[in-house]
């Protein structure tokens, strides 16, 4: 009697897309899940194992090989989060994506950083749509910008104090601020001797 012994098929990743484009559908993609695939994708094709992947991906090997072989299968679309649009067209479409992009590197129509605030009034300009914040978050997303805040500034924050620190260390502040006070020559050394036992 005979025994055929099967062996594992090793997985690979079909060149659907560029290794770089991979890397940047990973970094716009807007939903959790559609962002976990694509890593997926992104680390087998760098030549992780299915159980590297599964760990730092935290999800169990299989997901990450049926993970693999859909994209192989399906190509990118196979990736996307069909549940997210439950259906209905996404409201705001690539092109206007690239064109929110281009107007995006340049100052915003009040001057100031952008803002999904302003990113709602610009998709209502051009496009005569109304959109949420939530989804002008995601179109900046999708154009490959991240959220920005300005650094947090304490209120009794001292300049001068900030200035000398960048210029040579706190040294000249407390050189100035205070007055030194003379210490006494220590009495101990090497004359000391301790207890022995």
């Not at 001292?158 to 407390?174: H, I, M, P, T, Y």
Request: aromatic content about 8%; proline content about 6%; glycine content about 8%.
């Amino acid at each position: 009697m005979e025994f055929e012994v099967k062996l594992p098929s090793i997985l690979h990743v079909l060149p659907h897309l560029s290794p770089e484009e991979v890397v940047k559908r990973f970094k716009r993609c807007v939903s959790a899940g559609e962002r976990l695939r694509w890593q997926a994708v992104m680390l087998k094709a760098e030549g992780r194992t299915a159980v590297d992947i599964a760990d730092v991906c935290k999800r169990r090997e299989d997901w990450v090989r049926r993970t693999v072989r859909a994209y192989n299968e399906g190509g990118p679309e196979a990736l996307r989060d069909h549940r997210q649009s439950n259906g209905r067209a996404f409201l705001v479409d690539d092109s206007a994506i690239e064109l929110l992009r281009a107007a995006m590197r340049g100052p915003s129509p009040d001057g100031g950083f952008w803002s999904a605030r302003k990113v709602v009034r610009w998709i209502a300009e051009k496009y005569g749509i109304t959109v949420s914040e939530s989804t002008a978050l995601a179109c900046m997303t999708r154009a490959g910008f991240t959220k920005q805040a300005p650094r947090p500034k304490h209120p009794d924050a001292n300049e001068e104090a900030q200035v000398a620190f960048k210029k040579g260390g706190l040294r000249a502040v407390f050189e100035t601020s205070f007055e030194r006070i003379p210490t006494p020559k220590s009495s101990s050394g090497r004359k000391t001797k301790g207890d022995s036992a």
